[in-house]
Every structure is written in C-alpha cells, then in structure tokens.
C-alpha cells in the first residue's frame, strides 16, 4: 500500500492567516485555505461560535495579491461579519457583507494591496499598495471613495498600526539591497488630523537588525520582535528614548523572515499578556508571556510547528499547528492552554503506518530531518536529499504527504536545513551569505555522505529535490559535486546573473548578499552559474516549471536544459500553464509527483508502474 498523488493534491498547503474575532456569541474563527480541487484558489472560511462553518468567499472568488510577487494578508474579517479581501484576478480590494456580492473598493489598474489591517475607530482598510516598483500605506473606505496616502517612506513597507489612542502610526521599512531578515526600521511618525503621517523617527532595526514585526502596548511603548542579539526576541521599545527591553533573551526565534507582508508571531491579549510563536526549525512551539514577571508558558501542546500567524480574542489563541501525523489545522484554545479545539474541517489522511516518523539530526554542523522509507529490504535505500526554497527559508518538522509519498515506496528522505536557513539564529542563516551555490552544496552533499557512512543510503541512488532556491541548490550540486545520480528541479533558478536582471524588484538585489555585488563580483556568478557548468553535471535533471512564473522565467530552465542537450546530458523539461512560483492547482501536483516518481524509477532502476513513463532526452 503506498500513497496516492491525488491524497497529496487534496491535503496540499495549509491555512496561511487566521483570525479570532470576539462576538457576544463568542468567539468567530477565520482562516483562508487552498483549494486545488477549485483551480487552486484561496478561499476565506468563518467558522461560527457554534461550531458551523461557511464560506465566505463565493466560488470564483480567490483571495490572494501579488505584491512583492509573493503576496502578503489578503483579507480582514469586518465587523458584523462581512469581508474585506483582495481579489487574485484583478487585485483590487473588495468587500462583502452577507450573502451579496463583492463590491469593489478600489478603481481598476495596477495597482496591488496586501497587509490589509482594521485601525480601530476608523471606517476603513489601511494596506501596502504596490503600483510597479513604488510602495505606499495607504487607507480605504469602507464604504468606498478616493484612497488616501497615509505613509511615504521606504522602498518596502509593511506592519501598519495606529497607535490605541490615535495619535501614531507605525511601520516596518527596507530600501535595497536589503532583504527583510538583513535589516528594517520600526519606524513612528505622529498622525495628522487629514490621515497622513508627518515625519518619521526609527525607534528599533538597523542595517544589522531585522524588525519582524511591531504591535502597539499603549499610547508610549510598542512590543517588536528584532534580532540586535542575534536572535529574533519579542522587545519592549519606547518611545521616550529610554533603551528597548528583550523580553525573551534566549536563543530561540520568536520570528522569522517576512517573505510576505502580514506575518505574525505573537499576538496581545487584552490582560497585555503576548501569546507568541516561539523556538527553532526542529520546533516552534506556543506560549504565553507574562512581560512583567517574563515567566514563558507554554500552551501548544504537541504540536511541532506553528504556521506564522495568531490571533487572540476574548482569551482564546487561535493559531495553525501540525504535527508529523496531523496537517496545518486552525486550532482555537485558551490563553492558559485549555479547551483546545480543531476548528478546520478534517482531512482526509492514509493509513498512519504509511506515515515515516521523522528524526531531528545535526551532521557535521549541518541540520537535518530524516524520513526513513517503509517497506524497503534490508540494508542502504536509495534517497532523495529535499531542499528548500528561500534561501532564506526552512522545512519543519509537520506532515508532508509530497515526503511520505516518496517513503511510502522505499525511497527515505533527508531534508536538509542548509546554512543559510531561518530558525537557528543570524549566525546560521549567514553562513550563506557570499556563499550561495558553494555552503548550500557543501551541506546537503555532506548530510547524503553521512547517511552513507551510516548505512542508511546506498551511495549510487543518491538523489537531490527542491523548489525555486532549492531548485538552484539541486542544479548546483548536479553541476559542483558528484554526490547525486540525479536531480528534481522545480522553477529552479539555473543562472544567477540573468536571474537578476530578470527577477521582480523584491529580490533583484538579493544576489548582493547570496553571491555579491554586480560587476565586481562576477566571476563568482560565472564559477558557480549551474547553466554555465552544465556539461559537467553527474546525472539527469527533470525540471518542471509553471509558464506564468514571475519570480523565475521559464527561460532559466529552458536554457539550462539547453546546455544539457549541448554538452550529451539527460534531461527532460515539463511545464504547466496557468501555474506561477508554485503547484496550486490539483491536476499540477499530481502530474509533477507521478514523473518525479518515474524519473526516480530511471535513475535508481526501481519499476514504477503506477504512474505514466517519463522519457529522458538523451538516454539511448
């Protein structure tokens, strides 16, 4: 018995914000969830104080925005029980009341709006509006009008608040060639009588500091998660000018880096008590901290990873958690850890004996988590090293059925947190910087080498996988190593220089710190470009890729798979229209997982005739 690709479509992703709203009732919970059965859209759910659910968004409806390509917080609950979202098709803002359509809020154009936040005491929306590479915060009608600028300042922006009594606005910003986890400024300006900011002060961040996220504690004093440590640690920051206070000094992460403007990692209770997101990559736990006595309380139960969202209403945490044997579900529980409920509906979930039980492991400095295969002989299993996106970035330890569909069959995986990787502190995820396509490749070869020496992998059916930067680190190790007999590329990047002048404004500066700065450091994109080294690859590479990506053009597969051809090596290339920066949609995930199986069938000598034959170009 093995696992279907169809079970891993239908339990792919998970909620990505969710939402407490107390109700004379109780307490509301919402969340948005993917849908791959329904074209892959995203689709806010409202889920009553009497245990009923619905959906808020009509079918059709999609709430997700391209800002910063990746997207951000896509909507907000409204009192009374409408919605406020943004709408995928044409990224304008929406609102809905009851059962009636969606009324849009915003004029149609190009503009796109993400971080959506409710300012207490004002009848309108305030969000990140991006019109090509400009960012402002702005504020919109409720009951529609003209937009209004609130905020000029950085180059990104995200983390609007109005301070409780009205007086103050705050925000997080970053100009290039900065990333977000690099360094960002909490910044504060008074808030005029016509709803615009007058000048800014930084009150936390730096060049060296990242500020992931800021809330209010009253009218003199915000809490912030910043890293002037090291470590991102929840902080109590005045504004009198009296020194910031770390609530949390140890070494464990109460953030992460904001890919997506909107993240959460702690929320205030009324008490002024924050439930916050708390520990490393192995686990994030939640936990309740009493600021004044700075005891940590852990609530979050069993539960080995927390999605970056939580919301707090009426003393209830709602939150998203998985376990290595239950998915992303929306849980709602008490600030003192009781009356923890599943909110979501239930997934459907195979056979627990199909699950593999995952092992935390540090080789050689190097962390990762091992998913041993079931069913497989005696002795060395092939294996498939799993690579994460990012670089900025990090697998948790949660259920994956894309895994378990590999370990269902015999095939173990090793997920590797490379250094570079969110979740273990600056110095970690900074080993990388410079030294993209050389650390990256060093870790995951070193990790496979040792499940070797182990025992636990036979050395000739040795594989490597990832996605978007784990798609570039899986061509890299082809191309710098011979370790790998093959490689699964998905929307890799293939050629740092081209990627660059080609990528959106988001990351078009983010060579800087991975590789270095353009020209002086070119000769190191030349070394270390997969696409220019591609006749020395050691094995095949599929690469799969969506045909409306706007983060890595299809193009730096099609050249690499080029070169490939060029230089007598195997490949082969398939791609998906209607899919951007990542599989969505139901039919998508099942097609890459049967040819990935297939492609390990060829390159392991394992039959796979479950799924449809792959052809390598090249292979006699």
């Known amino acids: 018995m093995s696992i279907r690709p169809i079970d891993v479509a239908r339990t792919d992703g998970g909620p990505q914000w969710v939402e407490a709203v107390a109700t004379p009732a109780g307490v509301e919970v919402w969340w948005d969830e993917p849908r791959p059965h329904e ?52 990224q304008r803002l929406y609102r809905r009341d009851g059962e009636a359509a969606p009324v849009p809020l915003t004029p149609e154009g190009p503009a796109r709006y993400a971080d959506l936040y409710l300012p207490p005491g004002r009848d309108e929306v305030w969000a990140v509006r991006e019109v090509d590479d400009v960012r402002d915060l702005v504020a919109v009608p409720l009951a529609g009008g003209e937009v209004r600028v609130v905020a000029k300042a950085q180059h990104f922006l995200m983390n609007p608040r109005l301070s409780p009594d009205g007086r103050h606005v705050c925000w997080i910003g970053w100009d290039h060639p900065a990333m977000p986890w690099d360094g960002t400024e909490l910044c504060v300006a008074p808030l005029g009588a016509d709803g615009t900011a007058g000048p800014h002060r930084v009150v936390a961040g730096g060049p060296r500091e990242s500020v992931a996220q800021a809330e209010w504690r009253d009218g003199a004093s915000l809490y912030a998660v910043t890293d002037p440590t090291g470590w991102w640690n929840l902080h109590l920051v005045p504004l009198g000018g009296s020194p910031s206070v770390n609530l949390t000094p140890m070494e464990s992460e109460f953030g992460a880096a904001t890919w997506k403007p909107g993240m959460s990692f702690f929320a205030v209770a009324a008490d002024g008590r924050p439930a916050v997101l708390y520990g490393t990559a192995d686990r994030r736990r939640l936990g309740v901290l009493d600021p004044g006595s700075g005891e940590l309380r852990e609530i979050g139960g069993e539960a080995t990873h927390w999605v970056s969202t939580v919301s707090v209403a009426d003393g209830r945490v709602a939150g998203v958690a998985a376990t290595p044997y239950t998915p992303m579900e929306v849980v709602l529980l008490g600030l003192d850890g009781g009356g923890r409920e599943v909110v979501s509906a239930p997934k459907p979930l195979p056979d627990r004996a199909l699950l593999p039980t995952p092992e935390a492991v540090t080789v050689e400095g190097v962390h990762a988590h091992l998913y041993p295969p079931s069913g497989a002989p005696a002795g060395p299993a092939p294996y498939v090293i799993f690579v994460h996106g990012g670089p900025t970035g990090h697998m948790p330890i949660v259920l994956d059925l894309e895994i378990a569909y590999f370990t269902s069959r015999g095939i173990g995986v090793a997920v590797v947190n490379y250094g570079g990787s969110t979740g273990y502190g600056r110095a970690y995820r900074e080993r990388l910087r410079h030294q993209w396509g050389v650390v990256d490749v060093q870790d995951c070869a070193r990790v496979a080498r040792g499940l070797v020496e182990l025992g636990r992998a036979d050395a000739a059916r040795l594989a490597i996988r990832g996605g978007s930067a784990g798609g570039w680190t899986t061509v890299a190790a082809l191309v710098h190593s011979d370790v790998f007999a093959g490689g699964v590329a998905h929307y890799a990047i293939t050629d740092p220089e081209s990627w660059a002048a080609e990528t959106h404004d988001f990351e078009s500066r983010y060579l800087d710190g991975l590789v270095g700065p353009l020209p002086e450091t070119r000769q190191r994109y030349t070394e270390r470009s997969p696409l220019l080294n591609a006749g020395r690859a050691s094995g095949p590479c599929l690469m799969l890729h969506g045909l409306e990506d706007a983060i890595v053009d299809v193009s730096q597969a099609e050249r690499f798979t080029a070169e490939l051809d060029r230089h007598g090596k195997e490949w082969a290339l398939l791609t998906f229209p209607g899919e951007q920066h990542g599989w969505r949609r139901e039919e998508t995930i099942v097609a890459a997982l049967e040819a990935e199986l297939a492609f390990y069938g060829l390159i392991f000598g394992m039959e796979t005739p479950e799924v449809p034959p792959l052809t390598l170009k090249g292979r006699v």
């Open 39 to 90: 074209d892959g859209r995203r689709c806010v759910v409202r889920r009553l104080p009497d245990g009923t659910r619905t959906d808020a968004l009509p079918p059709g409806w999609n709430a997700r925005n391209r800002v910063v390509e990746y997207g951000g917080r896509s909507w907000r609950p409204l009192p009374g029980g409408g919605l406020v979202f943004t709408n995928w098709a044409d």
